[in-house]
């Protein structure tokens, strides 16, 4: 796979936003940045990891019409760059996503699924973890071990530095339940990134979440 990098211009572009409090004038300064620098980046990215899964999953794509997003002035959209990866002939919306995203500080990948928008995807991870919650623990306890952990939903006052869902062991699925959102992932701060080549970190998370993946969907 060939070497994907975000420019200096990218990754300081959503902290230079946050800074203005996402004002209008200050997205019309430099949205070229977004068109010229992160989405054709993140489009890259996507593609390669995509093809890079398709190895374990054969039936995820990328689908940019569908599954990258595009930020748009004082929108919950302009606070965050986000792509996802999704089965054939669903889409961010209707399916468990591997997804990467920049937010504040930090660039953020792993799976993820909303009850709000991905309802359907949302119950069968939800039914997965109440019929086997041992295993699911299990599964997420060899995920940690790798610094992948499952997050609680974050309000856009605060960091994008992951945040552990607390878990009661007895009650899993309706501690998920409650937040609201299945998130495993982990991340990296933007200001490690400058001259990286992030495909290989990302690569090597997706790699070690395809099992959970695979036992919340029942693949």
Request: aromatic share 12%.
């Amino acid at each position: 796979m060939s070497e994907v990098t975000f420019s200096e211009e990218a990754l300081k572009f959503y902290s230079d936003m946050r800074n203005v409090n996402y004002s209008t004038d200050k997205y019309n300064l430099i949205k070229p940045i977004f068109h010229q620098e992160i989405k054709p980046t993140l489009f890259k990215l996507l593609q390669n990891l995509s093809t890079f899964l398709a190895s374990e999953i054969p039936e995820l794509t990328f689908d940019p019409n569908e599954d990258l997003g595009s930020p748009f002035p004082n929108g919950q959209a302009a606070k965050y760059a986000w792509g996802a990866i999704t089965r054939l002939g669903k889409t961010k919306h209707t399916d468990l996503q591997f997804y990467v995203a920049m937010r504040f500080d930090y660039l953020r990948f792993g799976i993820y699924a909303s009850q709000k928008h991905a309802t359907s995807a949302f119950g069968e991870i939800y039914r997965a973890i109440l019929n086997d919650t041992p295993q699911f623990l299990e599964h997420l306890e060899n995920l940690e071990r790798k610094g992948i952990t499952l997050t609680r939903m974050i309000s856009n006052d605060e960091t994008g530095k992951p945040q552990k869902l607390s878990l009661n062991p007895k009650f899993v699925a309706d501690d998920l339940m409650r937040d609201g959102s299945f998130n495993v992932m982990t991340a990296i701060p933007l200001e490690e990134l400058s001259g990286t080549n992030v495909f290989p970190s990302i690569a090597d998370a997706f790699k070690e979440l395809v099992p959970m993946y695979c036992f919340v969907l029942g693949l």
